[in-house]
T-cell receptor, first 116, second 113 residues
Framework: GAGVSQSPSNKVTEKGKDVELRCDPISGHTALYWYRQSLGQGLEFLIYFQGNSAPDKSGLPSDRFSAERTGGSVSTLTIQRTQQEDSAVYLC??????????????FGEGSWLTVV | DAKTTQPPSMDCAEGRAANLPCNHSTISGNEYVYWYRQIHSQGPQYIIHGLKNNETNEMASLIITEDRKSSTLILPHATLRDTAVYYCIVRVGSNTNAGKSTFGDGTTLTVKP
């Protein structure tokens, strides 16, 4: 598709289980971001990938969170031993690496995670 | 990236212009002003950006003060579908790490019939 694609769109999991969320960025975009948004809150930056560079993990809230990006395209965000406070919508975004002011960020529709 | 300040909420009558303010008093000379919006249950959507000149596109207009310490996003004829959270962010235009900018809590715009 033409936009950022995320799956699953909704996920309900039991506390303590691991979950994987997938992001397929816009073709050709080398920058990829993951955010978390709790109900009624703003966007919280989690992690950033740019090409083959080491990812910027400065926003990850704990070591239960990790992400990888294979082949410079698809990314997977993994949350281990989920807790109820992990319940949120997880948004993925991508942008080109042209470096100019028109470097717009395009967001996916998000993956809604509910930990019960 | 410079910090921005926005009112938490605003109302607007349908068909009227919606004027959403944003303060960015610590903006640097090479930082651009960007606006995004997030309609309920959807991902954020890019609206417009500018450096110092006023900008207009099919969605909105952006007015930036001469000292660049504040800006206003204008939706000329608001519709009910414009009800959303509007985020104002500033960042260096040449910075490819665009998405690490802080989005903050934004302004919740409610367009009323």
């Amino acid at each position: 598709g033409a936009g950022v694609s995320q799956s699953p769109s909704n996920k309900v999991t039991e506390k303590g289980k691991d979950v994987e969320l997938r992001c397929d960025p816009i073709s050709g975009h080398t920058a990829l971001y993951w955010y978390r948004q709790s109900l009624g809150q703003g966007l919280e930056f989690l992690i950033y990938f740019q090409g083959n560079s080491a990812p910027d993990k400065s926003g990850l809230p704990s070591d239960r969170f990790s992400a990888e990006r294979t082949g410079g395209s698809v990314s997977t965000l993994t949350i281990q031993r989920t807790q109820q406070e992990d319940s949120a919508v997880y948004l993925c975004a991508s942008s080109s690496a042209l470096g100019g002011p028109g470097n717009t960020i395009y967001f996916g529709e998000g993956s809604w995670l509910t930990v019960v | 990236d410079a910090k921005t300040t926005q009112p938490p909420s605003m109302d607007c009558a349908e068909g009227r212009a919606a004027n959403l303010p944003c303060n960015h008093s610590t903006i640097s000379g090479n930082e651009y002003v960007y606006w995004y919006r997030q309609i309920h249950s959807q991902g954020p959507q890019y609206i417009i950006h500018g450096l110092k000149n006023n900008e207009t596109n099919e969605m909105a207009s952006l007015i930036i003060t001469e000292d660049r310490k504040s800006s206003t996003l204008i939706l000329p004829h608001a519709t009910l579908r414009d009800t959303a959270v509007y985020y104002c962010i500033v960042r260096v235009g040449s910075n490819t790490n665009a998405g690490k900018s802080t989005f903050g809590d934004g302004t919740t715009l409610t367009v009323k019939p």
